[in-house]
């Protein structure tokens, strides 16, 4: 694409620190099980034409289509569900503290999976992402009820940590990494949007659709910057800098989340929060300047 990888790396921090604007305004119009689908269907249609017009090849052998189907579902559908209803259920910085566990799951699945050594740095670098991520939404995890609705919630949005972290490993596999970047997230949206419309249509019924100018322009940003943009972005940087690394994008999006919060809707940073962002962007910086 032209942009170096570390680039890709930031762009996805910002890019998915927006995203939570657009989600929030489309949990209030339509039911979220079809939002995904309208979300990933789109996306899948605009990078279908991208992909004719470069002439990208879309041939796949059947045991790759398998892992696509795999991939697709656990990314777009399963990762999706779980964390759109985990947003009406507890609060977005909660959220935000279970996405930031990526930083373990994922090197846990890529020692499983690939056997991929897990260095002190990276250890130590995910420790503190995690606590620092804690540190910005403490106020949150203190009012947080436990009960019912609250562990429903957590359990919710660590399935779809859970699903993404699954997911990378099948992109990282050598089977699908001699694929072209496009064809494999084009794919995997493709399979992940069927599973999810079937989903929806057993779970809510007959899709429902808004014309609100609000939504219309929420929708627009997420298939075009949150996914066609995005997911090409993050399929690079698993490629190049690993699974491991690439987890951090889930400890620094809510940092850019919190700032546009200022700016739009009057946030105050407490004494806490600034100190959890400053021990996130350390723990970062000493996980991904480690050595693999």
């Known amino acids: 694409m032209g942009i170096p990888i570390r680039g890709q790396f930031l762009s996805l921090i910002f890019i998915w620190g927006t995203t939570w604007l657009a989600i929030k305004l489309q949990l209030t119009q339509v039911p979220h099980e079809w939002s995904v689908v309208y979300r990933f269907g789109l996306a899948c249609m605009v990078l279908t034409g991208i992909a004719l017009y470069n002439k990208t090849k ?8 398998g892992l696509l ?19 009406q259920i507890i609060p977005s910085g909660l959220v935000a503290i279970v996405s930031a566990l990526m930083v373990f799951t994922s090197p846990a699945m890529a020692r499983l999976a690939f056997n991929t050594r897990l260095t002190p740095t990276l250890i130590l670098g995910g420790t503190m992402a995690v606590v620092g991520v804690v540190l910005m939404f403490a106020k949150e995890v203190r009012h947080l009820d436990w009960h019912d609705s609250g562990a429903r919630g957590f359990f919710l949005a660590f399935t779809g940590v859970l699903a ?31 599973a999810s419309a079937l989903y ?34 993050n399929m690079n940087v698993v490629r190049h800098m690993g699974m491991s690394k690439a987890a951090y994008i889930s400890v620094l999006t ?28 350390a723990g970062t910086a000493v996980a991904v300047r480690g050595r693999r």
């Not at 809510?254 to 739009?264: D, H, Q, Y």
Request: with cysteine; proline share 3%.
């Open 200 to 233: 929806a249509s057993f779970k809510v019924g007959s899709p429902s659709f808004s014309f609100d100018p609000h939504y219309l322009a929420a929708l627009a940003f997420l298939v075009l910057f949150g996914s066609v943009v995005a997911f090409s972005f």
């Open 58 to 65: 879309f041939d796949a052998s059947l045991k790759q289509h």
């Open 254 to 281: 809510p940092i850019v989340a919190l700032t546009w919060s200022t700016a739009t809707e009057h946030y105050q940073w407490t004494l806490t929060a600034v100190i959890g962002a400053l021990v996130a962007f």
């Open 164 to 194: 993404v972290s699954l997911a990378t490993v099948f992109i990282s596999s050598s089977h699908l990494r001699a694929l072209p970047t496009q064809t494999v997230v084009i794919w995997g949206m493709a399979y992940g949007t069927s």
């Open 69 to 87: 189907i795999i991939f697709g579902i656990l990314q777009f559908c399963v990762n999706f569900m779980c964390v759109y209803k985990a947003e």
